[in-house]
Structure formats: structure tokens, C-alpha cells
């Protein structure tokens, strides 16, 4: 079965110092989430999440989503 590319470890990606193998960075970068053609998220103050041996991810605060484009489900 494959994984979802955030579950795959990625051994090239060097080990970043952070407690708990964890690190949390806020950055000022522009982060635009477009799916389909429309804009789903844009923000300003995204945190960077900085996990070792895997890919970075955007975490964006609520009010810079489109809520009313997701589907609540029970995941």
C-alpha cells in the first residue's frame, strides 16, 4: 500500500536540531494554498513545522482558511 508523502521518511533530508526531534519556526514568507484554480489558504503567518527526516510543513492560522471550501470529516 503506498504512503502519503508526508509518512515517508526522507533519509537524504539532514537532521535539524530541535527537543523532542520537533521545531516550530514562524515565518514571514507568503504562503498561497490553490487547489483546483481557487484559492484555499493565504497567509502571512504561517508556522513551519521542521521535523527530522521529513518533509517541512505549513501550518496556517484559521482565519487565513477558506472554511466554507472544507468538508468536515471524520478523520
Given at each position: 500500500?503506498?504512503?502519503?508523502?508526508?509518512?515517508?521518511?526522507?533519509?537524504q533530508l539532514p537532521d535539524r536540531p530541535a527537543q523532542d526531534g520537533i521545531l516550530f519556526e514562524p515565518t514571514q514568507r507568503r504562503v498561497r494554498v490553490l487547489l483546483g484554480g481557487i484559492t484555499v489558504a493565504d497567509s502571512r503567518a504561517v508556522m513551519l513545522m521542521l521535523?527530522?527526516?521529513?518533509?517541512?510543513?505549513?501550518?496556517?492560522?484559521?482565519?487565513?482558511?477558506?472554511?466554507d471550501l472544507f468538508v468536515p470529516t471524520s478523520y
Open positions: 500500500m503506498a504512503k502519503a508523502l508526508e509518512d515517508r521518511v526522507i533519509p521535523e527530522n527526516k521529513r518533509l517541512a510543513i505549513y501550518y496556517f492560522p484559521v482565519k487565513d482558511l477558506r472554511l
